[in-house]
């Protein structure tokens, strides 16, 4: 339901008109809806719109648990989450049930004992769904009691005897009941843990210390794993693969807009960053992720790119602190600064050591030179070689304020066209002084990177025409 009802009786909502749905209908209702309408099923996901999303679909479609399976920083865990976003707004449960049982055919001895004894009268709230997913990080430490449940001893202190089913302190799987259980890196999770889930997942009950208690729970399951954790840290153990109903892939972002978007989505930026750094940013990125220099198998984060993103914003608006500046504009000057801060998110080849920084400071110069050549070529820019070839130099620097960067550019031919190709063809050019000195900065490094002018840096300094 889009919002919690006045029924507050199993009787009220009987009449209603509510019907009982296990959790896979209810998702696989609310999803077809979503398709039908045109909605986005999973917002916020970046990158998987012909992959991984169909795949997805069908796979909640068909009522099956699945296993999300990928390198890290693959945005495995934003997936499982948006799962939850399909179920109903608001759910009817039994008042005071601790796996949020359906008032209509309740499942735990608690609730079936108030629902003879009350009929019609049994209390029922609402719960809303942002309270049914639940999500745990498999770790080794991770008990059976955890994951499924065990003896609540204060239960049994009460006088209850130790056969009594109502002694059980449920875990988190049972309290997931008519909801979405997420777990993440799976394979983390010690082997005779795993075989705890076996019953969750085909028979759909638990077993708690030899109790004789079959719990009928409702819940879709939903794990990451990363490939390699299948011979390294650890397994995901045959039987418990095979009780999955789907394995998905999931991959970075093939383009480099896809990975601009997702930067721009997820990082909490302090200064303004041109698209035309997160594009450096983002082929940074990529480069990292086919260089022969960086182990495949770990992967490069999508969180570089958003931590890197961060650390040229944050540069920026050091700038603007130190001399001044109103307003805080990224240039390509902070992007290198941010390059040491960042080297602990890569895994490198075990050959490559003491090379790390040389590594990927080629790449962002690789980076930028792509960037500059897809975004300015065909524009005529022999107004700023022209002011080189007169003898002219330009000092930069992350502390060199945009005013004086400008000034010493002073008035050249075809800067209008080039920030006009910068502003993406939206029509809205930069106008402030920090907006064109990144604009004119960014071709000054360009024109470097393609041998058009000389270039010599020293101590956070760097001159052009030297």
Not at 76 to 92: A, N, Q
Not at 113 to 118: K, N, Q, S, T, Y
Not at 154 to 182: C, I, Q, S, W
Not at 412 to 436: A, F, H, Q
Request: glycine share 10%.
């Amino acid at each position: 339901m889009s919002e919690p009802s006045s029924a507050a009786t199993r009787g009220a909502l009987r009449e209603l008109g509510y019907r009982s749905r296990s959790v896979k209908a209810e998702i696989r209702e609310n999803l077809l809806q979503r398709l039908r309408s045109g909605e986005t099923a999973f917002p916020g996901i970046v990158g998987f719109d012909d992959t991984v999303l169909p795949q997805l679909e069908s796979a909640l479609l068909a009522g099956h648990d699945l296993v999300l399976l990928g390198e890290r920083g693959q945005g495995k865990t934003r997936l499982m989450r948006t799962i939850g976003s399909l179920l109903d707004e608001w759910t009817p449960v039994v008042v005071g049930c601790e796996i949020h049982d359906d008032p209509m055919a309740p499942v735990c001895t608690r609730c079936i004992r108030l629902a003879e004894e009350l009929g019609d009268d049994l209390p029922v709230g609402w719960l809303h769904r942002d309270h049914r997913y639940v999500e745990k990080l498999a770790t080794p430490d991770t008990s059976v009691g955890d994951l499924v449940g065990d003896v609540d001893p204060v239960k049994v202190a009460e006088g209850r005897t130790l056969g009594d089913p109502e002694t059980v302190h449920y875990g988190l799987l049972p309290r997931t009941n008519r909801g979405v259980f997420g777990i993440n890196e799976l394979p983390d999770l010690a082997e005779r843990i795993q075989v705890a889930m076996f019953n969750v997942l085909e028979e759909r009950d638990i077993q708690v210390r030899g109790y004789s208690l079959r719990l009928p729970i409702d819940v879709l399951l939903v794990a990451s794993a990363n490939p390699e954790d299948y011979t390294n840290r650890g397994r995901i153990i045959t039987p418990l693969k095979d009780r999955f109903g789907a394995e998905i892939r999931t991959h970075y972002p093939y383009e480099v807009a896809e990975e601009v978007a997702l930067v721009r989505q997820e990082a909490q930026l302090v200064a303004e960053v041109p698209d035309h750094l997160l594009e450096v940013v983002a082929r940074l990125t990529r480069g990292l992720r086919e260089s022969s220099s960086v182990d495949h198998r770990s992967g490069v984060s999508a969180r570089f790119a958003i931590a890197a993103a961060e650390g040229v914003a944050a540069s920026a608006l050091r700038r603007a602190a130190r001399v001044g500046e109103p307003e805080a504009v990224a240039r390509v000057c902070d992007v290198p600064t941010v390059v040491p801060a960042l080297l602990g998110k890569v895994e490198f080849e075990m050959g490559e050591e003491g090379r790390e920084v040389d590594v990927v400071q080629h790449l962002l110069r690789v980076g930028i030179a792509e960037t500059f050549r897809e975004r300015l070529t065909g524009l005529d820019l022999s107004g700023f070689t022209d002011l080189f070839a007169e003898g002219a130099v330009v000092e930069t620097g992350e502390l060199v304020p945009a005013t004086e960067l400008l000034a010493q550019i002073g008035t050249v031919p075809g800067l209008s066209k080039v920030l006009d190709r910068l502003s993406d063809g939206t029509g809205e050019e930069p106008t402030s002084p920090g907006e064109i000195a990144a604009a004119v900065e960014f071709v000054l490094e360009g024109l470097h990177l393609t041998r058009r002018i000389q270039k010599d840096s020293l101590a956070g300094r760097t001159v052009y025409g030297a």
